[in-house]
């Protein structure tokens, strides 16, 4: 599920709705650390990353108290280097995103025995 800006990923939702163990997949664009913005809209967009994280995170840990020993939450976070800085998302841009964090995705899970 998809929540998009008010409630990125609404997990608790699934929770809520009898789902044990939840995999939970992020895509972003990876961001160099200690870049420092080259202008307002870039400061803005930077801090709208930081407090779309910093809430997916309290939703993770709402989520792990609802599950208790019923489940599991498991975070996949997929960094794909791609343009983002005029926000000229084409079809194939997006089709090229996704084809990539599927690819990350499947290896994250192999790697983990799933």
């Known amino acids: 599920m998809d929540g ?3 409630d990125n990923q609404p997990l608790s939702e699934l929770v ?3 789902c044990g163990t939840i995999f ?3 895509v972003g664009p990876y961001r160099l ?3 420092p913005p080259h202008n307002l809209v870039d400061n803005a967009i930077g ?3 930081l407090a779309i994280h910093q809430a ?3 939703e993770e840990a709402y989520v ?3 599950l208790g020993d019923r489940g599991r939450l498991l975070h996949v976070h997929n960094w794909l280097d791609f343009p983002v800085e005029h926000f000229n998302f084409t079809p194939e841009l997006v089709r090229e995103v996704v084809d990539e964090a599927d690819r990350l995705t499947q290896q994250w899970l192999a790697e983990q025995g799933y």
Do not use: D, H, I, P
Request: charged letters at 20%.
């Open 64 to 66: 792990r108290l609802l």
């Open 47 to 49: 801090s709208t990353y």
């Open 4 to 6: 998009g800006l008010v």
């Open 33 to 35: 650390e200690g870049k």
């Open 56 to 58: 997916q995170r309290m």
């Open 24 to 26: 939970a997949v992020s």
């Open 16 to 18: 809520l709705n009898g």
